[in-house]
């Protein structure tokens, strides 16, 4: 019941209250400690959600003397270290530890976080400090706070690094035991190996005796060549043999003319004359098949020489095509194709000798 009492007084009186009657309290009030100041923080709080949007800061200067910046302070401090909660006889200190602050050293620990202050203020004796020693104080534990941090963070980065390192070596010794097991395992193999690699080092390290451009112009050039050249041999070969069957005509119609007029000239000897034409004309009969079957050989010779060529151009091609992939194997083929170029023109000497 007296409760009840109570609580209906207070709400009569919250309801008649007015900004004058607040700006009364508030002067009534000394700044000089926290609890006063959050008392006059929560009035000039209360002041300002009565008054019209605009009039606080004259109201302030006019009827209670203060500035608005010192205004924005007290209300400040009373929402930092006001209690959640009021008593009912007006707003208290949320700590025990804040209630003999000055105005100046409760501005000070605003720096600090909330949920750390109180600690703070114990742990620095914010009580017995002058002002400009606790801001001293708080400004030496933020660069210690920086400094700690700068440690930590380097101290990550350093332990990043070291697992990064650990985690390379680890795959560098998984590595190196796989490589390891690999040639354990290949232990077989490793003769033919050694046995393959000085083979190719003895391939390699022989002397190419005939240099030839490498590339397609060039080799299509020398196949040309090589064309024009066995075609110009062949056709010498033929201009020889029609002018063997030439002179074997001559023969012929010679033979004849002189068995016909040994026949007219000499009776006895006719016999032995026309043995003489017959040979001779047997003679001009294997000449012509020989002078046939060198124009077939001819041609013969010339298919297969576009043959050989078109063979040899393709094979170019292929091993064209190979550089790009396996340039190695390439050059090896064309170390081949000259020695079978090498051969072949050794070949055509043997013929003309």
């Given at each position: 019941?007296?409760?009840?009492?109570?609580?209906?007084?207070?709400?009569?009186?919250?309801?008649?209250?007015?900004?004058?009657?607040?700006?009364?309290?508030?002067?009534?009030?000394?700044?000089?400690?926290?609890?006063?100041?959050?008392?006059?923080?929560?009035?000039?709080?209360?002041?300002?959600?009565?008054?019209?949007?605009?009039?606080?800061g004259k109201w302030i200067r006019e009827a209670t003397?203060?500035?608005?910046?010192?205004?924005?302070?007290?209300?400040?401090?009373?929402?930092?270290y006001g209690a959640d909660q009021g008593s009912l006889?007006?707003?208290?200190?949320?700590?025990?530890?804040?209630?003999?602050?000055?105005?100046?050293?409760?501005?000070?620990?605003?720096?600090?976080?909330?949920?750390?202050?109180?600690?703070?203020?114990?742990?620095?004796?914010?009580?017995?400090?002058?002002?400009?020693?606790?801001?001293?104080?708080?400004?030496?534990?933020?660069?210690?706070?920086?400094?700690?941090?700068?440690?930590?963070?380097?101290?990550?980065?350093?332990?990043?690094?070291?697992?990064?390192?650990?985690?390379?070596?680890?795959?560098?010794?998984?590595?190196?035991?796989?490589?390891?097991?690999?040639?354990?395992?290949?232990?077989?193999?490793?003769?033919?190996?050694?046995?393959?690699?000085?083979?190719?080092?003895?391939?390699?390290?022989?002397?190419?005796?005939?240099?030839?451009?490498?590339?397609?112009?060039?080799?299509?050039?020398?196949?040309?060549?090589?064309?024009?050249?066995?075609?110009?041999?062949?056709?010498?070969?033929?201009?020889?043999?029609?002018?063997?069957?030439?002179?074997?005509?001559?023969?012929?119609?010679?033979?004849?003319?002189?068995?016909?007029?040994?026949?007219?000239?000499?009776?006895?000897?006719?016999?032995?004359?026309?043995?003489?034409?017959?040979?001779?004309?047997?003679?001009?009969?294997?000449?012509?098949?020989?002078?046939?079957?060198?124009?077939?050989?001819?041609?013969?010779?010339?298919?297969?020489?576009?043959?050989?060529?078109?063979?040899?151009?393709?094979?170019?091609?292929?091993?064209?095509?190979?550089?790009?992939?396996?340039?190695?194997?390439?050059?090896?083929?064309?170390?081949?194709?000259?020695?079978?170029?090498?051969?072949?023109?050794?070949?055509?000497?043997?013929?003309?000798?």
């Amino acid at each position: 019941m007296n409760e009840e009492r109570i609580a209906t007084g207070a709400s009569a009186l919250a309801m008649t209250r007015t900004p004058e009657i607040i700006a009364g309290e508030i002067r009534t009030f000394t700044a000089s400690m926290l609890n006063n100041i959050i008392e006059i923080g929560r009035r000039m709080v209360e002041a300002k959600e009565l008054l019209p949007y605009g009039e606080f800061g004259k109201w302030i200067r006019e009827a209670t003397g203060y500035s608005t910046s010192t205004a924005n302070n007290f209300m400040r401090l009373y929402q930092e270290y006001g209690a959640d909660q009021g008593s009912l006889f007006g707003a208290e200190v949320d700590c025990q530890t804040f209630g003999k602050l000055s105005y100046s050293k409760a501005l000070a620990l605003l720096t600090v976080p909330k949920e750390e202050r109180e600690e703070v203020a114990l742990e620095l004796d914010a009580e017995h400090l002058s002002t400009r020693e606790l801001e001293k104080a708080l400004a030496e534990r933020d660069e210690a706070r920086k400094q700690a941090e700068a440690a930590m963070e380097e101290r990550g980065f350093w332990e990043d690094k070291a697992t990064a390192t650990a985690q390379e070596l680890d795959k560098a010794l998984t590595e190196r035991d796989e490589a390891r097991r690999a040639v354990e395992d290949a232990g077989p193999y490793k003769e033919k190996l050694a046995e393959a690699e000085g083979r190719v080092k003895e391939l390699e390290s022989r002397p190419v005796e005939v240099a030839v451009e490498r590339d397609e112009k060039a080799i299509q050039e020398a196949a040309a060549e090589g064309w024009k050249k066995a075609s110009a041999e062949a056709k010498a070969e033929l201009d020889r043999l029609r002018d063997k069957l030439n002179k074997a005509q001559k023969a012929k119609e010679k033979a004849e003319a002189e068995a016909k007029r040994a026949v007219e000239d000499a009776g006895p000897y006719k016999e032995k004359l026309e043995a003489e034409a017959e040979r001779a004309r047997q003679e001009a009969e294997e000449l012509r098949r020989k002078l046939h079957a060198a124009e077939s050989g001819a041609g013969e010779v010339a298919m297969l020489a576009r043959m050989a060529q078109t063979n040899f151009l393709a094979a170019v091609e292929k091993i064209q095509a190979m550089k790009g992939a396996h340039p190695d194997t390439a050059e090896k083929m064309l170390g081949g194709m000259e020695q079978i170029v090498k051969m072949l023109s050794g070949k055509i000497d043997e013929v003309r000798g």
